[in-house]
């Protein structure tokens, strides 16, 4: 199984928990998938397409705090860097998130 094969199974897998009736395994779900970061936005935002009422507005909730995490990460390597070049990203966030994810993502590719 390739690495996103594997992705795609476990985000498919836990979108399934999202209906569960137990709270705990609900909030658990939402927590993991939020870790999975923007990769699994387009995966979500087409499962709230194709549903409605309570797991839709859980999905597109969980779409909301992936966008609200990167954004956190971006203002804090804004305020890491001197004021130019904070200035000069201040023009384009989500190139220094994109940056900031592949470099993340890299590293942790080469930690396993």
Not at 14 to 30: C, F, H, N, P, W
Not at 56 to 78: F, G, M, P, Q
Request: negative net charge; contains cysteine.
């Amino acid at each position: 199984m390739t690495p996103s094969t594997r992705a795609a199974s476990q985000l498919q897998s836990l979108m399934e928990r999202l209906q569960s009736t137990d709270q705990i395994e609900r909030e658990s779900a939402v927590r993991q998938i939020v870790e999975l970061g923007p990769d699994a936005i387009p995966e979500l935002e087409g499962a709230a397409q194709r549903t409605s009422g309570a797991h839709e507005a859980r999905l597109r909730h969980i779409v909301d705090l992936i966008h609200e995490k990167a954004h956190r990460v971006t203002d804090r390597v804004k305020q890491a860097m001197s004021d130019e070049s904070a200035a000069r990203m201040a023009k384009d966030d989500h190139v220094c998130t994109e940056i900031l994810l592949e470099t993340v993502k890299g590293n942790l590719r080469y930690a396993k």
